[in-house]
C-alpha cells in the first residue's frame, strides 16, 4: 500500500512560496499563475515580451532540485510508484482536463479562488472531488 507522509512544515513553507509567487506575478505583470497557461505560451508566444517572463519562470520552476541540491548537497528523493505507460495515460488526462477546464490546478485552485471566481470554484471542487474519488478507489477498492 502507498504511504503518504505527512510533511507540514514544507508544506506550508512551499505553499506560501507559491502563493508569494501568484501575488507577485498578478500585482506586478497582471497575469494569473496558471502552469500549463504559462508552459503553453512560451511553446506558443504571442511576442518576445510574453515569452521572456515565462521562459524565466518555468526556467525557475525547473531549477528547483538543482537548488536544493545545493543546499543539501544531495538531490530530492523522487518516488513514482506508477509504471511509465501510467504516467502517459495520466498526463493525456490531465491534458484533457485542462483544455476542457478552461486551466489548471494551480490557475483555478490559487488564484481563481482567491478572486472568488465562480468558474475557478467548480473547476476546484471537481478536481478535489476527482482527487479523492481516485485516491479511495485505487488505494480501497483496486489495493495499490
Known sequence: MIETTFTPVSAAVGGAMIGLGAVLLMALRGNVFGATGILAGVMSPSSSGEWAWRAVLMAGMISGPVAVFAVTGQMPAIEVPVSTWMLVVGGLIVGAGVTYGSGCTSGHGI??????????????????????ATVFVIRHVIGG
Open 111 to 132: 488564484c481563481g479562488l482567491a478572486r472568488l471566481s465562480p468558474r475557478s470554484i467548480v473547476a476546484t471542487a471537481t478536481f478535489m472531488a476527482s482527487t479523492a
